[in-house]
């Protein structure tokens, strides 16, 4: 069956047995993903509008990209209604992940003195309802009452402990702490198309259907990375270097996968509290971007491993879309 043969409106995918899959005339190759283990955590800003929520959370959240060099995964998973808020008021709740329990707690608490504490208005919470010890904590009012220079002063409400830090348009009113859980990082696929704009359709496509879901984030910019990376580099410096099989100037020079009229490549990277997360997520966003971009230039799906070397989780393209 030809790539064409199977477009349909309904984005269905052909599962034919040894058929190559696409969807609307989409090829997605036989490939998967390769994820690793993460530590992560949720905490929810509210604020007294959704201006200030919005200010504080990405404040927070700017520069969270990878853990290659930000050394945190970190982006907005949601918006919330007062409704669903610890204080009643607007809120957004992040998803932050770590390669290790202690390095995000230390990027969690920077942070969060950095971008919430200062923000006019705001409160900090933890996200998740988790009772897990108390070396799986994060410390959030534990470390920074200390701000409050001595005149700090705490509640427990329901068993919760909270701080209430004196500041100049009132109190910071800071959950004393927020559970730790395991995460999974670097779930991600790759979007070929023959020019930019194909390939900017597609992933925007993809993050509209991505960006609702619960407990999973692309932390990239916009949801996307065009530097896609490769372990190591001829530099001995560096951990990563391009991914130079993708790179649309390299092809001929190097190993390339790209087919001729392959000129653009886009990735998307997701980190999620679960194995099923982010297959549902990955599910989504490669139907949405087959969906509205076949016709468009979308040439296929890809997905990036390293032969399995790199991490325990594997996202089969054709297992997750059947």
């Known amino acids: 069956m030809s790539q064409h043969d199977n477009a349909d409106?309904?984005?269905?995918?052909?599962?034919?047995?040894?058929?190559?899959?696409?969807?609307?005339?989409?090829?997605i190759e036989a490939t998967f993903a390769e994820a690793f283990d993460m530590k992560a955590t949720r905490v929810i800003i509210t604020a007294l509008d959704e201006i200030w929520a919005e200010h504080a959370a990405m404040a927070m959240s700017g520069f969270g990209t990878s853990v290659i060099d930000c050394k945190l995964e970190i982006d907005i998973e949601r918006r919330l209604s007062p409704t669903q808020t610890p204080d009643g008021r607007p809120g957004i709740a992040l998803l932050a992940f770590g390669m290790s329990g202690g390095e995000l707690e230390k990027q969690i608490t920077r942070r969060a003195g950095q971008c919430v504490l200062t923000c006019p208005?705001?409160?900090?919470?933890?996200?998740?309802?988790?009772?897990?010890?108390?070396?799986k904590r994060i410390a959030l009012g534990k470390t920074l009452r200390f701000f409050g220079d001595g005149n700090q002063i705490s509640k427990v409400i329901d068993g919760k402990?909270?701080?209430?830090?004196?500041?100049?348009?009132?109190e910071f009113i800071c959950q004393h702490d927020a559970p730790r859980t395991s995460g999974i990082g670097g779930g991600n696929f790759l979007l070929v198309a023959r020019d930019i704009h194909a390939a900017s359709r597609a992933a925007r496509a993809a993050i509209g259907a991505i960006e609702s879901m619960p407990d999973v984030i692309t932390p990239f910019p916009g949801g996307v990375a065009r530097s896609g990376s490769k372990i190591g580099s001829k530099y001995k410096s560096l951990i990563a270097s391009t991914n130079d099989a993708f790179c649309p100037t390299l092809r001929g020079i190097t190993d390339s996968q790209l087919g001729e009229g392959d000129n653009a490549v886009l990735e998307v990277v997701l980190d999620g509290l679960s194995f099923d997360a982010i297959a549902d997520a990955m599910r989504a966003?490669?139907?949405?971007a087959c969906t509205s971009c076949a016709e468009h230039g979308l040439v296929s799906i890809t997905a990036g491993n390293y032969g399995g070397k790199l991490g325990r989780h594997h996202f089969h393209l054709h297992e997750i879309l059947s």
């Open 9 to 27: 409106s309904n984005a269905a995918p052909n599962t034919g047995a040894n058929q190559p899959l696409d969807i609307n005339g989409v090829r």
């Open 121 to 135: 208005t705001t409160a900090l919470f933890a996200g998740i309802n988790e009772d897990v010890p108390r070396d």
């Open 161 to 170: 402990r909270f701080w209430r830090i004196p500041v100049m348009d009132g």
């Open 285 to 288: 966003g490669i139907q949405a």
